[in-house]
T-cell receptor, first 112, second 117 residues
Framework: AQTVTQSQPEMSVQEAETVTLSCTYD???????LFWYKQPPSRQMILVIR??????QNATENRFSVNFQKAAKSFSLKISDSQLGDAAMYFC?????????FGTGTRLQVFP | GAVVSQHPSWVICKSGTSVKIECRSL??????MFWYRQFPKQSLMLMAT?????????EQGVEKDKFLINHASLTLSTLTVTSAHPEDSSFYIC?????????????FGPGTRLTVL
């Protein structure tokens, strides 16, 4: 069975600083996708970043980047130059066979 | 990005009644639509997967007779909560994946908050 673990229920960061959210997953597959989704107070799920497992290069989207360690089954999200608008729940998700399995989420607070 | 709408955004109903939630992909055709349930301060749990014109596939533990899913077209899926009870109160979110997309990206609706009295 595939599981996704986010060990940090809450994190906080000062505006303009950098924060890293952790995620580990368990799978026996070699080809899959990993995602980070953001859920602000509006509850709308927003895709932050996507990583394909067969790609060794870490994905980057502007201020968001991942550290993908396939052997360790680790997929952390780094947010650089944090902004007040980054405050939200962040969910790590594993995708195989078109089904998303979400982690329990990390609530990120951003302080001015 | 692709847009998914849900209607209604919130609904309050009495115990024992049925409630229908619509999920529409507005600017793309969804090969597959997904229904999730999210309890307060918890993660999203996949309830079922549906393909246009086919019966939905339900996840283990989800009662298919209580949560009826109809995927009538490539842009519309409905979830009907039959004989709703207070424990069905939750936030229901749908998503669709874009037909022909090379990525396994799901586009999410804004969710529907169901409160059963």
């Amino acid at each position: 069975a595939q599981t996704v673990t986010q060990s940090q229920p809450e994190m906080s960061v000062q505006e303009a600083e950098t924060v890293t959210l952790s995620c580990t997953y368990d799978t026996s597959e070699s080809d899959y996708y990993l995602f980070w989704y953001k859920q602000p107070p509006s509850r709308q799920m927003i895709l932050v970043i996507r990583q394909e497992a067969y790609k060794q290069q870490n994905a980057t989207e502007n201020r968001f980047s991942v550290n993908f360690q396939k052997a360790a089954k680790s997929f952390s999200l780094k947010i650089s130059d944090s902004q007040l608008g980054d405050a939200a729940m962040y969910f790590c998700a594993y995708d195989r066979a078109d089904k998303l399995i979400f982690g329990t989420g990390t609530r990120l607070q951003v302080f001015p | 990005g692709a847009v998914v709408s849900q209607h209604p955004s919130w609904v309050i109903c009495k115990s024992g009644t049925s409630v229908k939630i619509e999920c529409r992909s507005l600017d793309f055709q969804a090969t597959t639509m997904f229904w999730y349930r999210q309890f307060p301060k918890q993660s999203l749990m996949l309830m079922a997967t549906s393909n246009e014109g086919s019966k939905a596939t339900y996840e283990q533990g989800v009662e298919k007779d209580k949560f009826l899913i109809n995927h009538a077209s490539l842009t519309l899926s409905t979830l009907t909560v039959t004989s709703a009870h207070p424990e069905d109160s939750s936030f229901y979110i749908c998503s669709g994946d874009q037909r022909g997309s090379s990525y396994n990206e799901q586009f999410f609706g804004p969710g529907t908050r169901l409160t059963v009295l």
